[in-house]
Antibody, heavy 120, light 110 residues
Framework: QVTLKESGPVLVKPTETLTLTCTVSGFSLSNARMGVSWIRQPPGKALEWLAH???????SYSTSLKSRLTISKDTSKSQVVLTMTNMDPVDTATYYC????????????WGQGTLVTVSS | QSVLTQPPSASGTPGQRVTISCSGS????????VYWYQQLPGTAPKLLIY???QRPSGVPDRFSGSKSGTSASLAISGLRSEDEADYYC???????????FGGGTKLTVL
C-alpha cells in the first residue's frame, strides 16, 4: 500500500536551515502524472501549500516562500527532500508530505506529519 | 489571509444538511479544479472530493461538491457526529503558479 513518512529534526534554532525527508513506498517517484507536495500547518491554524515536485522533476514553490525553499528527489532512494533556509519561530508547524496526482492539489495520500519547532 | 475564503465555522444537528462555501477568483477556482479535504482532530487531512465533484472510493455519498464560477461548495447531508472535523478547499492558482488552500471551516455537530 502507499505510504509516506516524514523525517527530520523536531527542533531547529532561528536562522538555521531545516531539511526534511519524505520516504515513500507503494509507488515510484518516476510514475508518470504523479508527484509529491509539502504542506505545513502551524498549531491551530490552516494548511499551507509549500512546494511540489513531479515525476519529470518539474518543480513549483509557494510564491511567498520561494526564496527559502528547495525541493528535490532521489528516485532510487524513494525520497523527496525539502530544505527551508533562515528558519523563524513563525515557521513552527507540522510539516506533511503527500502524494499528488496529475494536479498539484489532487492529494490522495498524506504522511502522518512531523512537528518542527523553531526556538532558541 | 488565505487566497481561498471559507467561513471559519459551521454547525448542524444530526441528520441535517450543511454546506461549506469556498470563494476564490478567476485565477484559481475560476479556471482550475477544486478539491476538498477533511481533517479529523489530531490526524492528517484526507481527500474528500476531487475535481470539483468526484468522490474517491470509500467516501460516503453524503458528501458532495459543486462549483460555479469562482466559488465552490461542499455539502454534507445526513449529518453524523463523526463528521465533526475541519474542512479545507484547495485549488491551483495560475497567477501564483502554486497550490492554495482555504482557511478551513470547523464543523460542529450539535
Amino acid at each position: 500500500q502507499v505510504t509516506l513518512k516524514e523525517s527530520g529534526p523536531v527542533l531547529v534554532k532561528p536562522t538555521e536551515t531545516l531539511t526534511l525527508t519524505c520516504t515513500v513506498s507503494g509507488f515510484s517517484l518516476s510514475n508518470a502524472r504523479m508527484g509529491v507536495s509539502w504542506i505545513r500547518q502551524p498549531p491551530g491554524k490552516a494548511l499551507e501549500w509549500l512546494a511540489h515536485i513531479f515525476s519529470n522533476d518539474e518543480k513549483s514553490y509557494s510564491t511567498s516562500l520561494k526564496s527559502r525553499l528547495t525541493i528535490s528527489k532521489d528516485t532510487s532512494k524513494s525520497q523527496v527532500v525539502l530544505t527551508m533556509t533562515n528558519m523563524d519561530p513563525v515557521d513552527t508547524a507540522t510539516y506533511y508530505c503527500a502524494r499528488t496526482g496529475p494536479e498539484v492539489t489532487f492529494i490522495d495520500y498524506w504522511g502522518q506529519g512531523t512537528l518542527v519547532t523553531v526556538s532558541s | 489571509q488565505s487566497v481561498l475564503t471559507q467561513p471559519p465555522s459551521a454547525s448542524g444537528t444530526p441528520g441535517q444538511r450543511v454546506t461549506i462555501s469556498c470563494s476564490g477568483s478567476s485565477s484559481n477556482i475560476g479556471s482550475n479544479y477544486v478539491y476538498w479535504y477533511q481533517q479529523l482532530p489530531g490526524t492528517a487531512p484526507k481527500l474528500l472530493i476531487y475535481r470539483n465533484n468526484q468522490r474517491p472510493s470509500g467516501v460516503p455519498d453524503r458528501f458532495s461538491g459543486s462549483k460555479s464560477g469562482t466559488s465552490a461548495s461542499l455539502a454534507i447531508s445526513g449529518l453524523r457526529s463523526e463528521d465533526e472535523a475541519d474542512y479545507y478547499c484547495a485549488a491551483w492558482d495560475d497567477s501564483l503558479s502554486g497550490g492554495v488552500f482555504g482557511g478551513g471551516t470547523k464543523l460542529t455537530v450539535l
